[in-house]
């Protein structure tokens, strides 16, 4: 008998072995190899079956299990390890994030916690860029760098971060990728499902983004920033489908996010009221680093005059009312400069875990498409900005 | 950045933190790197290897060490220059007393049981030192501020009760996967391995209608040199199959029910079958006894699969098999426990046995073992998250700035925008017998119940009182604790086996009684009322505490996170 079969987003890594005797000894069934899923047109595949005695609902479920197999099971050290979890995300998720690929650039402490969070999650791979040496600063408020200079001097904050993330969870490859961001060749973001920035320039955002879209494949892409007790998180997932759980539905969304560019250049007076002053005032920082080519976070508070003029300018073309990024949240912002609030780090970096595991399992309503949280009031917050309001 | 007030009380702050697992990892890695100087840990856990997915501060090479001082060590890796001390034990010990409290600027929880919590909230109270309490499940989470006097206590309002549920349901009317779970695991697996002395309400509704053949007492007993195998399906028949005729026999249940269906083994299993695999032994080499498997004896890998009943019908007369050859000695003494592989391999086939002939779907070994387990489901980033959030709560105290200081909650979707929703705290209730030492009443019937019931049943399991003394007016009714004379132990032991209307100061309707604990130096009035009748069903302990009433309700519309309880699901009420 011969069944066409749909296959889920994973088609081409499912398990064509025949199917186990042990959970359906009545049903053997066998793949056809003359006709690879990645190659048809159509998101079908032919199924044989060998032999079937019993019930049609045994072959069914036979069928759907043999759907859900992408890839191997997960091994006996796997399962132990991820118990707690895959009670949370299921073994479909477990599974995927396992054969998953993540670049991350600018090891501080969000992104620090991000990796942490991941690693012990289980996913394939992780890729750290980040050239910069050691400093005085870089250590305060990473845990992965250890306090004794015979041990870092020399080598990057990738590669110490690369040595202590490893022992986290062995099942995880971790490696580090010299170079600057900006130099990486298109193809080269193929290998990543994720990517993660922080610590960069507007300009460098933009087209770490754009490069990201151009691929064939679905790449997210995340950026960073924890200022003061400030941090923000920025997500473009492109065009999304998930399951969305709905009691005890499942119905399939669409979600589709505008890249970072396109995001904020969405006219203030189209976003809503409400919208978190913190928006606003990251964005008046970003364009001030950027016209005077500063590096992130390479402010003082002497720069709050040129500051304000530069928000009083923005507001002005945007038509926004000056209170609405007020002069202290900037002086707060300006005041902390590259240093870090930890426990903001862990909250940030802990929001964009969730959201990156989400995005690579397939479970669970992603954000879209910035969030944000601010220790002083400690509301962590959504905001949706977009052109099209 | 911090400023320069906010550093130097982080500086100078002496903290508690109260367990070092998922939340406590979390939690001590970012108070030191805040710029905590000074911080005691104390948890009675070792490492487990479903530890490591999120409690990042332990390895593989430190499973079955004590979770405080692998993570002292770990920490102090990146943070050489701090103080911080660990202690591998019970905060319940008495050596962290009201005294020891006192030194601490804030106490910071990272639990995992009600008890625990009750006994640091007490404590706290006592000791006048600010709390920060929290929990998570999955990706929901909550921090909580708890001040004395100015915002309530973790017991202001009532904690939900493990769940339970009527013995009539779990003996003789499942309807979900869970009420197996319990069957399997509290009364056969009870019954055929565990303590043959304890209650067991295995056969309620079976011996009044099939004693006529079998006494029902020796069906669980095998019999002089029985083979394994026919043991094994005389228990399968007589549960599985007979249990349920007689309980059929019962029209009255089944009025509005759908009826089960009787199994028999030989017809599941013809016996051809199992010759085959009669040699498929594959446990002879297996030295850890927690380690002989009935999945590995029949080639069954993944414990995500949900097995057939002839699979699980092979699963269940295996480990009964495994039982009698490997494990002959526990057998009498056994007690069910999670990493126990053949229990879960026995408890899980036996509830899908059961579910099959009562219509409900069967699970995987996986599923059953977290119900039966009370497995919490556990993930690094909620856990990173709400430490974050406890140390800027933390740090608002230490500034005394409380009125500052938020609730938190973390969801999984978002209400009015927000995943990290911040709430003021609530004040104390007034009724809260713990922080207002408000009088409670206890409806009870004092003819019935003894003392020992009393004491059992309200002052230490509601009560949470460790070393309680009880007493009428100036006269001493019993009382726990170092140094008593023999003869006053001897009149307690005494006492306690007497109902309340025939104790030496006869406890009637009317009666106040006074308990006291004075490690958590609390003290609470009972006023007792005397009622003849109770449900046996819905007031299983035959007495009803009432008297602390809800606060205020929570202003989440959202179901916000509870702190799951060791024991949450799979308690039952059995009187
Ligand atoms: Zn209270």
Redesign the interface.
Known sequence: MLIYLMMDIDGENMDRRPS?T??F?EVTIDFRADLPASKSPFPFSLVRIKRFEGPVHRLIACLRLQLKMDGE?LTEQE???????????G?DAQRRLSKSHILVSGMK?SVV?FC??IV???IGSLTLTDNRMVTEEAL????????DENMYSGRSLAELCCDSLK????MVHVSVEKGDLLSFDEDFYDKFDAVVVSCCSFTAKRTINEKCRRRPKRIAFYTVDCR?ACGEIFVDLQKYNYMQKKLDDTIECQLQYPSFEEAVAAPWTSLPKKVTKLYYAMRVIEGFEESEGRNSGEVSISDLPCVLKMRNELCKKQSLNESHIPDSLLERLL???T?E???????I???L??EA?KAISGK??P?KNF?F?D?E???????DINSSH | ??SEQQAQAIKNAKVLMVGAGGIGC?LL??L???GFQDIHIIDMDTIE??N???Q?LF??SHVGQSKAKVAREA?L????HINIAASHANVKDPEFNVEFFKQFNVVLNGLDNLDARRYVNRLSLAAEVPLVESGTT??LGQVTVHVKSKTECYECQTKPNPKTYPVCTITSTPSKFVHCIVWAKDLLFAKLFGDKNLENDLYVHSNDTSSSSENAEDVFERREGEDPEKYGRRIYDHVFGHNIEAALAMEETWKNRNRPKPIYSRDVLPDKLVQQNENLDKNFTVDNPLSVSAMTSL????????W?LV?NTRILLESLKLFLRKREKEIGSLVFEKDDQLAVEFVTAAANIRAASFGISMHSL?EAK?ISGN????????N??I???I??EA?KILQNDVKNC?V?Y?L???SK??????VEPFEPNKSCFVCSEAPLSLEVNTYHTTLRNFVEKIVKAKLGMNLPLIMLGSSLLYEVGDGLEEDTVANYEANLEKVLAELPSPVVSGTKLTIEDFQQELSCDISIKHREEFDEEKEPDGMLLSGWTKSSTSVVSQSVPLEREDNEHVQWSNQ
């Open positions: 186990r042990t959970n000894p099971e399962t132990a390890l991820y118990d707690r979890q895959i009670r949370v995300w073994v402490g916690e942490k969070n012990l999650a289980g305060l408020s990473n845990f992965l760098i250890p306090p022992n986290f969870n062995p003061d005041l902390a400069g240093s609030h930890p426990p903001v780090c862990a909250i970096g802990g929001i875990g969730q595991i669970g309503d954000l969030f949280f220790a009031d400690g509301k962590g917050i959504i905001e | 950045m911090a979390e890695k970012t030191a790197l805040s290897v479903s490591l997915n999120r990042f390895r593989q920490v890796g990146f943070r050489p999955g990706f080639g069954l890998r993944n414990p995500q699969d949900v057939s699979e996986f977290g497995i919490v489901h556990a993930v690094a980033t909620t990173a998250i430490a974050g959030l140390v800027i740090t938020r938190t973390c999984e979707h978002p925008k927000m995943l990290l929703m911040p």
